[in-house]
């Protein structure tokens, strides 16, 4: 197994950290600058002079001059990027107030709010590594014209993207935006459970001996952030042993508690273990680059603030994006618990996430937060129908049928009016018959529709 592939769950957590902050892409955008200043002064060099003396487009002018201009141009950039940290500030309160702290990663890892930043502090960047080859005196030094005028454009450009992020901002905190972006992390992170390279289906080669175990204990307390099955994998075959995951990802350890077995016929070593650990990462927060369970939480976090503020536009648009992320994990299919070798040899042994588990945490805290709310609950029921689509086993059938159940309870125990009441509960029989698994598996809410509707 390459290292590339070993090192693929670390890679896609480090570039999800580098992707939500404000610091990766402008100083990228800063090397980029000096790169960029010192092309542009290799070519200045290498034009003839006369050319720039007859071009209006090119700014002319002594050595004083210029360093005073380039000085002056770089501190309008610094006064300006106060005004654009100002307005970076009001957004980010703004989402922690109304949808809360964890979708601020959204707003981080935006790419046009880094990008205009980027083009700030590399073009004060810029203006410093240029002013920094003129000499101190005019002692028949000649200007970089091209240069110069390279610096005014960019100068001109952060104003130009100052508009930009005026623009950008005024649709950025709108929940529909908001909304979208957390959708996406969702289907990303389901993309992530998909296994690249590992076997999931038992071979014909011997059993592997697994006369003794050995608990491998967390050393720290926090949230498991991720952990490289990749890894764990060829760890196993290397060590001819049998790795046993006891936690999954997201899930909270502290210190001394047992996050998997390592079971082999020889002694397990504490290099083993510390390999097995480091496969584990723990850290203070949680991530969706591989934790499909917080990825949905964002998501109906965001609905449950709006249901409490009355709102039932979002929750809507948040049950859309559930939908199509359970959808996806469907057409995809569950991870795989048991992982093999190319012999054939059981080596991994992991507790990946459920649909089960997915439906319940989309629906079970909205279904109750909104019974009141006859859209919610109508629109729960569409998302169902939808994800229904895709069912093709009645083991997959099983979360939803139960949830159209309890949607049915909870409109019947809500305040709505008998109107909604019955449309709500009508609409519910209407779906758990057309579902897929309707003939597989015992009627759950018979006994619930034939019990008399409260008036």
Request: net charge neutral; hydrophobic share 45%.
């Amino acid at each position: 197994m390459s290292s590339s592939r070993i090192r693929r769950a670390r890679i896609r957590y480090a570039r999800d950290r580098m992707r939500v902050n404000f610091w990766f892409v402008p100083l990228l955008m800063s090397f980029g600058a000096i790169i960029l200043a010192w092309v542009l002064l290799w070519v200045d060099a290498r034009i003839p002079y006369d050319i720039t003396l007859i071009s209006r487009l090119v700014l002319m002018g002594g050595v004083a001059e210029t360093r005073t201009f380039l000085i002056n141009m770089g501190t309008t950039i610094i006064l300006t990027a106060g005004v654009v940290f100002t307005l970076l500030t009001l957004p980010l309160s703004t989402m922690a107030a109304q949808y809360g702290s964890r979708l601020v990663r959204l707003f981080m890892g935006d790419r046009t709010t880094q990008f205009i930043l980027g083009m700030f502090v590399s073009t004060v960047v810029y203006l410093w590594a240029v002013a920094e080859t003129l000499p101190l005196a005019d002692e028949g030094w000649r200007i970089p014209q091209l240069t110069l005028t390279a610096g005014v454009l960019l100068l001109l450009a952060s104003f130009a993207s100052l508009i930009l992020l005026i623009q950008h901002l005024s649709t950025m905190i709108q929940a529909p935006t908001i909304v979208a972006k957390a959708g996406v992390e969702l289907q990303d992170a389901i993309r992530s459970l998909a296994p690249e390279g590992r076997r999931s289906a038992s071979g014909g080669g011997p059993a592997v001996a697994e006369t003794g175990s050995h608990p491998v204990r967390a050393v720290k307390a926090g949230y498991i952030q991720y952990i490289d099955h990749d890894h764990l994998l060829a760890v196993a075959t290397r060590k001819d042993a049998v790795i046993e995951v006891r936690r999954k990802t997201g899930d909270f350890v502290g210190p001394g508690v047992v996050i998997a077995h390592v079971r082999r016929s020889g002694q397990v070593d504490v290099g083993l273990a510390g390999e097995v650990r480091q496969a584990i990462h723990i850290g203070d927060r949680r991530s969706p680059a591989q934790d499909v369970v917080y990825a949905v939480t964002l998501l109906t976090e965001t609905a449950l603030r709006a249901v409490s503020e009355n709102d039932s536009y979002t929750p809507t648009i948040c049950l859309d994006y559930l939908g199509e992320g359970l959808a996806l994990f469907l057409r995809q299919g569950e991870p795989a618990s048991h992982h093999y070798d190319r012999h054939g040899r059981l080596r991994l042994v992991l507790e990946p996430v459920t649909f089960d588990e997915l439906v319940s945490d989309s629906f079970a805290m909205l279904r109750h937060a909104g019974r009141d709310s006859a859209p919610v609950l109508q629109h729960m029921l569409e998302v169902i129908a939808t994800i229904g689509t895709e069912i093709t086993s009645a083991e997959s059938c099983m979360p939803l049928r139960r949830q159209v159940a309890l949607i049915r309870e909870e409109a019947r125990a809500s305040g709505l009016i008998d109107e909604d009441r019955r449309s709500i509960c009508r609409n519910a029989d209407l779906l758990e018959a057309a579902l897929p698994c309707a003939g597989l598996i015992p009627d759950s809410g018979a006994t619930a529709r034939n019990e008399p509707e409260e008036h």
